[in-house]
């Protein structure tokens, strides 16, 4: 991960993001100053920092010569803040309501999409979780279990053991758990692989995926049970 690829994801152009970066690097600098540091012709150049003004990202000092100045890291970090609120805001206000869908299964892939799809989950539970797989996995949504653990009633199954809050249940299993299974609110599942290169999971609300889930997790939390005796 590099700054360049920070300000991409802001909205700069990649001429932007090279003379902002040049800019916070050496401070006051005139247009001339930033083409001959980024090898960027001056035409591109003055009209990044034409933009980058009109963003409200760098300052332009007015004096014998006319030099740019870069906001400060804490400029930035408020103003991406106050950016992103009001844009979660219209989000929030404008979504386009959703004409109901009964599509049985969904299957998302790729490391970070599945990562994101389990914790989004996590966090939209309303009452209850079901969750078997790894420590390994434990510790990857253990911000998102602990945020919701004292209002939604969270169970786990591992194959190690594992420190978390009180108020979630915790039981060991002598068998690896082969990826990571999970059911929310007795209404949807998430089935599937964490695997770095090949994840992948199924998204579902079918009502039999569902239950034949729900058994498999009675039929287990039975079988630990039992060995306890």
Do not use: W
Not at 109 to 122: D, E, F, P, Q
Not at 133 to 138: G, K, L, V
Not at 202 to 220: A, G
Request: hydrophobic fraction near 35%; glycine fraction near 4%.
């Amino acid at each position: 991960m590099n700054f360049n690829n920070t300000l991409h994801k802001l909205g700069f152009t990649p001429i932007e993001s090279t003379v902002f970066i040049t800019l916070c690097k050496h401070g006051a600098l005139s247009g001339y100053e930033v083409a001959k540091l980024t090898g960027i012709s001056r035409s591109n150049v003055y009209a990044a920092l034409y933009s980058l003004q009109e963003k409200g990202k760098c300052y332009v000092s007015e004096s014998e010569t006319t030099k740019y100045i870069a906001i400060s890291k804490n400029e930035l970090l408020l103003s991406v803040q106050r950016e992103l609120t009001q844009t979660l805001s219209e989000i929030d206000q404008l979504f386009p309501k959703p004409i109901e869908t009964h599509e049985p299964y969904v299957t998302i892939r790729g490391y970070t999409n599945v990562l994101n799809k389990i914790k989004n989950s996590i966090l939209l539970c309303k009452s209850h979780l079901y969750l078997l797989c790894s420590t390994q996995y434990i510790d990857l949504l253990e911000e998102e279990l602990l945020s919701i653990c004292s209002s939604r009633r969270i169970t786990i199954i591992c194959d190690g053991p594992i420190s978390l809050n009180d108020q979630i249940t915790i039981y060991n299993r002598q068998k690896d758990a082969q990826g990571i299974h999970i059911i929310i609110d007795t209404q949807s599942v998430i089935t599937g692989d964490l695997d770095l290169e090949h994840a992948q999971c199924l998204f579902s609300r079918n009502e039999s995926l569902v239950r034949l889930m729900r058994e498999s997790f009675v039929t287990e939390l039975d079988r630990i049970a039992l060995k306890k005796h």
